[in-house]
């Protein structure tokens, strides 16, 4: 069984699908991508801690937390400069996903790479110049530094002036935050708690409103971070290049730059606020939806991005992670494709919540590895007993001619998402890669064109080979053996998940 680290210290399954790999040319990226893999299997034998691959069939994509400043050996060196030649040779023929990858295995070997850390990224923290031990940061964070900001391990980031305030447990009390008038930490969080204001707390990347304690915000902010990081790599190929490895790839001489904008997300902590703030604010009806994504001409104020908005309901069969990551899934990739909101009111709208529910699955781990695509899910567990033993399917050629007010008929949604993501999974995780790279330039075209993504170039069957019925087949069969048999359906009935879907 072949495994890809994708740097930093894990690895992700090649043995997605037993298939082998197609006959390409030896200077094809793909074809050099998957021999470097079989290199390292032999001249790295003894992978040092953090390296060692898990050896699941079809297993999740793991993405792990940036490499550290270990020391490293001489032949993880050498490997890290093969695998930087490739990720320029895969720039060049514009492949910048499997670009972004092979950045990832140099900085797994070799975690003080300069042009490497330049690829993914990174700079120089100005603030340990001249040391040759210097850390490597992002723009973003530099940026918040020069704002006055530091970050707080509990708090977030947080004004310099807080600091010894918040050190000792103390919060601005609601209001005062530009000239703190300093509560204790319970009490600041209780006085937000009607969510007039709420917390405002910054991220690298996010804003996020909300009336939960503010040290849940920040724990749930880092993992929207890292979450970011790790889907803007494996999903280059969608994205502008602006956003992506494929701007300093095309400039040999460029570094990383702020992104220039921020991500708005507002979490409520019961059902009713969301559903009375979305209806006042903003003349939307939330239904019993858990969390839904609003473009900015829906919203009703002048000036504003696209936002995310959702609430805790530990009631639901959905977990609050699943519809947080699902949501950002869909704001990310709208505000990264370069051209904003799409229009997915025409037939072809499962591309939407295919990519969205694979994303769904992300777990952040304590370590800061990111880990997506697994089959483990509430929906799959479910869909797996209504698919393989009860047989109930939905065309794939019917499903993907679907618009958006089809794929939500109350009677078919649940099994149009399981399908929309059971796809994306066998796409995402096959081994051959270059399924993977057919996903990714459909989700570009639904995500930066102006018409229905069912018209954005070949279908989906013509892309990869097959007819309707082996694809079916393949979906079937990943249903059958990679998602666990559940003798007992859990919380609810399978039909009752409909309610607890996000938009």
């Known amino acids: 069984m072949a495994l890809i680290p994708l740097g930093g210290g894990s690895w992700t399954n090649l043995a997605a699908q037993p298939v082998p790999p197609p006959q390409v040319p030896e200077n094809d990226p793909i074809a050099r991508f998957l021999a470097l893999v079989a290199e390292d299997r032999q001249r790295l034998p003894q992978l040092p801690s953090g390296l060692v691959p898990e050896d699941k069939p079809f297993g999740p994509i793991v993405v792990p937390a940036p ?20 990720a320029i040779q895969a720039g060049e023929a514009k492949h910048w996903s499997l670009a972004a990858l092979a950045v990832r295995h140099a900085l797994a070997r070799d975690p003080d790479l300069a042009e490497a850390r330049r690829l993914d990224g990174f700079v120089r923290d100005p603030e340990t110049q001249g040391d040759p031990n210097a850390i490597w940061t992002t ?31 103390f ?54 971070d890292r979450f970011r990081e790790a889907l803007v790599r494996l999903m280059a190929d969608a994205l502008s290049p602006r956003f992506t490895l494929a701007s300093r790839a095309l400039d040999g001489s460029s570094t990383a730059r702020p992104v220039g904008f921020r991500h708005e997300v507002v979490i409520f902590a019961d059902a009713s ?8 604010r903003h003349g939307f009806d939330a239904g019993e939806s858990l969390g839904v994504y609003l473009p900015a001409p829906l919203l009703k104020r002048r000036g504003s991005r696209g936002t995310v908005f959702l609430h805790r309901d530990p009631k639901a069969d959905l977990d609050f992670e699943t ?78 001619r679907l618009d958006k007010t089809r794929f939500h008929n109350r009677d078919h949604v649940f099994l149009n998402y399981v399908h929309a993501q059971a796809l994306a999974a066998i796409l995402m995780n096959d081994a051959r890669l270059t399924p ?14 102006t018409g229905p993504a069912a018209d954005r170039g070949p279908s989906l069957f013509d892309r990869l080979g097959e007819s309707p019925q082996q694809l079916e087949h393949r979906l079937n069969q990943f249903l059958a053996e990679h998602v666990p048999k559940v003798e007992v359906i859990r919380r609810t009935s399978p039909d009752k998940t409909n309610r607890n879907r996000s938009e």
């Open 139 to 169: 723009p973003e964070r530099i940026a918040l530094r020069k704002r006055g900001y530091v970050d707080h391990p509990q708090q977030g980031w947080i004004d310099a002036s807080w600091v010894r305030a918040v050190n000792q447990g």
């Open 67 to 86: 490499a550290g400043q270990a020391a490293i050996s001489d032949a993880l060196r050498d490997s890290a400069q093969d695998w930087l030649e490739l």
């Open 273 to 280: 606020s969301y559903r009375d703030h979305l209806r006042t």
């Open 323 to 400: 519809t947080l990551f699902h949501e950002t899934t869909h704001l990310l990739l709208a505000e990264l494709n370069g051209r904003g909101a799409p229009r997915d009111e025409g037939p072809g709208f499962w591309i939407f919540e295919a990519v969205a529910t694979y994303f769904e699955t992300t777990r952040v781990n304590e370590d800061g590895s990111v880990v997506f695509g697994t089959p483990e899910t509430e929906r799959l567990l479910v869909g797996r007993h209504r698919v393989v033993e009860r047989g109930e399917r939905v065309p794939l050629a019917q499903l993907l």
């Open 436 to 449: 993977r790279e057919v996903f990714l330039d459909l989700v570009k075209r639904a995500y930066s064109s």
């Open 171 to 224: 919060l601005p009390a609601v209001g005062t935050e530009r000239a703190p008038r300093f509560v204790a930490e319970a009490v600041a969080d209780a006085q937000r708690a009607g969510m007039n204001p709420g917390w405002v707390v910054e991220t690298d990347f996010f804003t996020i409103q909300s009336n939960l304690p503010r040290r849940d915000i920040v724990r749930l902010g880092r993992k929207l």
